[in-house]
């Protein structure tokens, strides 16, 4: 390491630091603790969730995929993009008007059945603990790539930084270090993408052009069909990218982080300009890591292409611009896992313990003692499944983590809002079904299946073909929603939903007296 | 009653004015009769248009998002170049892009309407 790549670092890690100070002394209630106190405003918000969704898998992966890939890599991003007009439109305003802190809380605004909100959060922390392990060990190998630390140094440096940041700070100190990173990622990929159109004289047609026969592919390069050949594996990925950002809990989280449901609309503008821009970017970047550094190169450092960005980096700005590339990917990794340890600890101190356990009987102080325990106890997990999986390939997980949220959250929030009819056997028999049949398909994928020993978990022929099991488990948790309702009556412990319905449509609160 | 508020969240948020318009209409006393709320007249006429909104919407999203796949995968209608290199399956990608935002903004737009019925009716409630 060079002396700009430390100085960047210990600039990042100084920041951050001084930020999670600054969030410790501001963040003492509960709801500080998990909302920043809803004090964020549409524009920070945006940047935070902005900074929360675009993992390194987006930043780092989508550009390697572009670039060895061509047009089959752009797909997540289309889908990833796309997804924000679900969560915009259907999810984002009734969400807050409805919850509190968690999304399990939104459904249980509703169904109080202890057994709802314990489905819910079930499902929040076998999210948050596939995307973080994908995370974390994603994040010990670039760095491991990018500062040549060794791995388990790797992980155990993010997983002390996460801590670090969500046990002092919060979500204030969660919060401003994803708005950092958003600020960073956006700086340093329209650099790079800026470099990559002096060179092809700011002309999209020229950059086409150079691309269609800088790779093997030739011209296939720039169509479809490169990486995906079977229409219902791509129909199937496309499908929980689209319907999963709408639930997942991380994301879900951050609407509870501003004062209304106006806020958290224009936060969701903002995300969505910026998520876009970024998308756009991410292709010139790839298209730029096959152009400038060619296709081999990238592919020598990694095999799936992680390392097209931060060399192209290289190429085009030398060393300075590629350290600071790797900062940005490691405040990237960052502040993705923070969110998560923040959502896994919310799902088990206050849907768990609080509400399920303690049936609400909880005084502010405990809450947060039992939020900090369960920030601790997220992250030591998280940490010691990355430490065991550094010879895995779970770069499936983060799909996985989409699908779970799209076949098992999405139906029962969409129908705790819009369907009068829905009861409480519904959603756990929806929740519990997206689940099941999400991981099940995975388990027996060729993301876990592979005849090729050594290649995934298990060696054999796969028994589902499909890689993302989207296209059936998607819809039979909307089945399963359906099923589950018109066979059973109202559950005892339902609001009724004109309540609902009202509060949902206007964001009427009742005082407690 | 199951329903918590979080007062904490509503009153902090506020509190750089904390007689905030909107944040004060949209607290009140438990006991409401909802039922009678979602038949008012005015309640049933904003439901109706918002319901019609999104739902319209959001079928013609999902439907362009949708036929994307279909059309490369099953067709060959996107291959053919549009300008340059640049085939038509950019073209329509960038489509997507470019739908992303602009429903984006015309939501944003038509929710600023709906927020002047919604404070009507909590002003008529309350």
């Known amino acids: 390491m060079d002396f700009i790549s430390i100085a960047i670092f210990v600039g990042v890690i100084g920041l951050t630091l001084g930020v999670t100070y600054w969030a410790a002394k501001q963040t003492s209630t509960a709801s500080d603790f998990y909302t920043a106190g809803g004090s964020l405003t549409g524009w920070q918000n945006g940047l935070a969730i902005a900074g929360d969704y675009l993992s390194a898998a987006s930043f780092l992966g989508i550009a390697g995929a572009v670039a060895l890939n061509g047009y089959d890599g752009f797909y997540y991003s289309l889908g990833f993009l796309a997804a924000y007009l679900v969560v915009l439109f259907l999810v984002a305003e009734p969400l807050r008007n409805l919850g509190k802190f968690t999304m399990a809380d939104m459904i249980g605004s509703r169904f109080s059945a202890k057994k709802v909100r314990a489905a819910a959060a079930l499902n929040t922390i076998t999210i948050v603990l596939f995307y973080m392990i994908a995370q974390l060990v994603g994040a010990g190998a670039l760095i491991k790539l990018l500062l040549g630390i060794d791995y388990w140094i790797s992980v155990l440096i993010v997983g002390v930084m996460m801590t670090v940041y969500v046990l002092f700070g919060g979500m204030t100190a969660t919060s401003w270090v994803q708005i950092i990173k958003a600020v960073l990622l956006m700086i340093g990929t329209i650099v790079i993408a800026f470099l990559v159109l002096l060179r092809t004289n700011f002309s999209f047609t020229s950059l086409f052009e150079k691309v269609s026969t800088a790779t093997k592919h030739g011209e296939s390069y720039l169509h479809s069909g490169v990486l995906y050949d079977n229409p219902l594996g791509l129909i199937s990925v496309l499908l929980a990218l689209f319907l999963g950002t709408a639930g997942l809990p991380h994301i879900l989280m951050r609407f509870f982080t501003v004062k209304d449901a106006k806020t958290a609309r224009s936060s969701v503008i903002y995300a969505v300009w910026i998520i876009g821009v970024f998308y756009f970017i991410t292709m010139i970047l790839g298209f730029g890591g096959a152009i400038f550094v060619g296709e081999e190169a990238i592919v020598a450092e990694n095999a799936a292409g992680n390392m097209a960005a931060p060399m192209l980096a290289a190429v085009l700005g030398g060393n300075a611009l590629e350290s600071f590339v790797a900062a940005v990917a490691f405040a990237t990794i960052l502040a993705v896992v923070s969110g998560l340890v923040l959502t896994g600890a919310s799902a088990l101190a206050h849907d768990l313990y609080g509400e399920v356990f303690k049936k609400g009987k909880v005084t502010d102080k405990q809450q947060v003692t039992a939020a900090r325990i369960a920030a601790i106890s997220v992250a030591i997990l998280s940490i010691i499944l990355a430490l065991g999986s550094e010879k895995l390939n779970v770069a499936f997980l983060v799909s996985l983590a989409f699908c779970v949220a799209a076949a098992a959250n999405l139906p029962t929030i969409l129908m705790t809002i819009y369907w009068k009819r829905f009861n409480t056997t519904g959603a756990i028999a929806s929740m519990l079904t997206g689940l099941i049949t999400s991981l099940v398909l995975v388990a027996i994928s060729p993301s876990v299946m592979s005849p090729v020993e050594g290649a995934a978990l298990i060696t054999g022929n796969p028994i589902f073909p499909l890689a993302n099991p989207g296209i059936v488990s998607i819809p039979a948790g909307f089945l399963a929603a359906y099923v589950g309702t018109i066979l059973s009556s109202r559950g005892k412990e339902e609001v009724d939903y004109a309540e609902i319905k009202f509060k949902a449509e206007t964001g009427y609160r009742e005082l407690q007296n | ?126």
């Open chain 2, 1 to 126: 009653m199951s329903v918590k508020i979080d007062e904490e969240v509503t009153f902090e948020s506020s509190s750089h004015d904390r007689n905030n318009e909107s944040s004060a209409l949209q607290e009140g006393p438990a006991a409401l009769d909802y039922e009678k709320l979602i038949n008012t007249p005015e309640f049933k006429k904003l439901s109706k248009r918002k319901n019609g909104f999104l739902l319209s919407y959001t079928i013609f999203f999902t439907a362009i998002y949708a036929l994307l796949p279909i059309l490369t995968s099953y067709t060959t209608i996107l291959e053919n170049r549009a300008i340059g290199m640049i085939t038509w399956t950019w073209i329509y990608s960038f489509g997507i892009f470019i739908m992303v935002w602009a429903l984006a903004t015309i939501y944003t737009k038509k929710a600023a309407g709906f927020d002047k019925d919604v404070d009507e009716i909590l002003k008529k409630t309350l």
